[in-house]
């Protein structure tokens, strides 16, 4: 794990565009994307540099980490609506090229085994955007997940459906069950990028990044996987016991060697 502290959550999304972008302009690309709050930076500065450099997806495909259960696609507050209002459709996607899973499905078990179908058929997630819970969890798989886990059904936590409770005109309406790819499946993206912004997050990030690996705190299952970048700003990195070290080895990192 490199883990990388920025001065501001701007600092921290214009370096997930940059490596997003570095992927992108690589050639076809497969990206995971998230949700929720803590990748809106990063969105906002990748569609300026689609509007302003010409950075273009057109050859890239998406893929979504998780949607709620009962929500229509076309819902205000599913996650196939967020992805597109506050991102996908300001930029030059193919049609058909952002999947998500389908929230509505009859039966859960056959949408999430489709949905793993289609990563791999893509050719797996080269670039996934993750964020992380106040509970540890990514995607939403809540704590004691599977470090195994695949994609499957969930039941939320009372705490990550009052922290979700923001987005929707009351707790009642948040959903209690979501699908989400799990935490085995989003251990096959080759690069995994974990932002974090605020106080709120510090003691997850401790958890993830310093903790024992353990499902208690799913997003430490990160540790098994050979690239992952935590972007951090100082507020969420509060809590790290090796701040200076994450610094110092940052500060004196090559520049040639990238994220
Ligand atoms: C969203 C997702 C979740 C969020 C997490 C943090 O697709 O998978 O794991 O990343 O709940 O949410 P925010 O960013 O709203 O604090």
């Known amino acids: 794990m490199e883990i990388i502290i920025l001065p501001t959550p701007d600092d921290v999304?214009?370096?997930?565009?940059d490596a997003i972008e570095e992927q992108v302009r690589r050639g076809p690309s497969v990206l995971g994307l998230a949700t929720g709050s803590t990748p809106l930076g990063t969105y906002q500065e990748?569609?300026?540099?689609?509007?302003?450099?010409?950075?273009?997806?057109?050859?890239a495909q998406a893929f979504l980490l998780d949607e709620y259960v009962g929500l229509h696609a076309a819902h205000p507050q599913s996650y196939h609506s967020f992805i597109r209002k506050e991102f996908?459709?300001?930029?030059?996607?193919?049609?058909?090229?952002?999947?998500?899973?389908?929230?509505?499905a009859g039966d859960p078990a056959a949408?999430?085994?489709r949905y793993e179908a289609r990563i791999a058929a893509a050719g797996g997630v080269d670039i996934q955007v993750l964020g992380i819970g106040t509970d540890g969890h990514v995607g939403f798989n809540e704590p004691m997940s599977s470090l195994a886990s695949r994609t499957r059904?969930?039941?939320?936590?009372?705490?990550?459906?009052?922290?979700?409770?923001?987005?929707?005109?009351?707790?009642?309406?948040?959903?209690?069950?979501v699908l989400t790819q799990g935490l085995g499946t989003i251990r096959e993206a080759r690069h995994l990028l974990l932002l974090a912004m605020g106080e709120a997050?510090?003691?997850?990030?401790?958890?993830?990044?310093?903790?024992?690996?353990?499902?208690?705190?799913?997003?430490?299952?990160?540790?098994?996987?050979?690239?992952?970048?935590?972007?951090?700003?100082?507020?969420?990195a509060s809590r790290l016991a090796h701040r200076g070290y994450y610094q110092d080895t940052f500060g004196r990192k090559p520049a040639w060697q990238g994220l």
């Open 13 to 17: 999304a214009r370096t997930a565009a």
């Open 46 to 59: 990748l569609i300026r540099r689609h509007q302003e450099d010409g950075l273009s997806f057109a050859a």
């Open 88 to 104: 996908t459709e300001s930029v030059d996607f193919g049609d058909g090229t952002v999947h998500g899973l389908d929230g509505l």
């Open 111 to 113: 949408e999430a085994a």
């Open 153 to 177: 059904i969930k039941t939320l936590t009372r705490q990550t459906r009052q922290d979700n409770a923001r987005f929707f005109a009351a707790l009642e309406d948040v959903p209690d069950h």
């Open 201 to 236: 997050k510090a003691e997850a990030v401790a958890a993830a990044v310093e903790g024992p690996v353990a499902a208690v705190c799913p997003a430490s299952a990160l540790q098994l996987h050979p690239h992952v970048s935590v972007l951090v700003d100082e507020a969420a």
